[in-house]
């Protein structure tokens, strides 16, 4: 089982303001940079095999200037800078069907200081935890439809026989079926290349990418009769906080600053202590590129 970062930079890098995900949606590129750094040398120490499938730009900063040790770097996401940066989640779907082993790929705002373990590690598919928040799927249903997108067939199918969405968060999602993985990008791709002229600069990415990424991940594996496997279990969402850092000293050792968690100041201060408290050469190299 190998480890899977993706960085497509187009986004992050973006002249515009509004752009969901400028600075990975964190306060200051400072904490955006510190938290590559936490998440790929947490999880160095933890798996032989960390690779980064990254864009030109994001080999340069990832790399080049913060030199972190990933075993294997590919960069191939230049290809995708037609697309608009709203489709800021297209460079993980690229990213995972690249991959020609078991992997689980993690976003950069996730940090472990424990092996995920077999279960997750043997499963055909594997994902963070079941959505509990089904308002923000009607939302973010409700929002394409209401911009005239085209919703595919296997969603309508899916969410009449179950009335609920029953989402994968993919901070965390892999696993062994690699043809599935291959099968679900084509069709994420299908769907976002079918409504690519709805896409302007007041599209809410987030809205679109909830849906061509967790939602038909889900529906895709339910309609194959794949079942997911969960790091975070129903039962232990209720007293586990994703992004609180204290879940570092207890048995899930795990943390993801998930949505807004990354624009609170509590949250990027935490996360440059660890760095620094374990890490204080990456922190001292990210700090300088800042000094001015």
Same mark, same amino acid.
């Given at each position: 089982m190998k480890i899977v970062h993706s960085f497509w930079s187009k986004p992050t890098l973006g002249s515009f303001l509004d752009i969901e995900k400028n600075d990975g949606g964190f306060r200051h590129a400072k904490y955006h940079w510190m938290s590559w750094a936490l998440s790929c040398l947490t999880f160095k120490e933890l798996y032989e095999e960390i690779e980064l499938v990254t864009d030109e730009k994001g080999k340069h900063?990832?790399?080049?200037?913060?030199?972190?040790?990933?075993?294997?770097v590919h960069v191939e996401l230049d290809g995708l800078n037609h697309y608009p940066e709203q489709l800021w989640a297209i460079g993980k779907l690229y990213a995972y069907r690249l991959q020609d082993k078991p992997f689980l790929h993690v976003d950069g705002d996730v940090y472990c200081w424990n092996r995920f373990g077999r279960e997750l590690e043997m499963a055909d598919l594997a994902g963070q935890n079941i959505e509990t928040d089904e308002n923000y799927y009607h939302q973010s249903m409700q929002y394409l439809k209401d911009n005239d997108f085209q919703i595919l067939d296997e969603f309508k199918a899916d969410f009449s026989?179950?009335?609920?969405?029953?989402?994968? $968060?993919?901070?965390?999602?892999?696993?062994?079926?690699?043809?599935?993985?291959?099968?679900?990008?084509?069709?994420?791709?299908?769907?976002?290349?079918? $409504?690519?002229?709805?896409? $302007?600069?007041?599209?809410?990415?987030?809205?679109?990418?909830?849906?061509?990424?967790?939602?038909?991940?889900?529906v895709m594996a339910r309609k194959k009769g794949i079942k997911i496997k969960h790091f975070i279990k129903k039962n232990e969402q209720e007293i586990m906080r994703p992004a609180d850092f204290m879940n570092r000293f207890f048995s899930k050792k795990f943390v993801h600053l998930i949505a807004q968690a990354k624009s609170v100041m509590e949250c990027c201060r935490e996360l440059e202590l660890h760095l620094l408290c374990d890490y204080p050469e990456w922190h001292g190299r990210i700090s300088s590129m800042f000094n001015d």
């Open positions: 900063i990832l790399i080049d200037k913060l030199k972190l040790p990933y075993t294997k026989l179950r009335k609920e969405f029953g989402a994968t $968060n993919a901070g965390i999602i892999g696993g062994n079926n690699l043809d599935f993985f291959k099968e679900y990008v084509d069709r994420a791709f299908y769907f976002i290349d079918q $409504n690519l002229d709805k896409v $302007n600069k007041g599209t809410i990415g987030t809205y679109f990418a909830i849906i061509y990424e967790q939602y038909l991940f889900s």
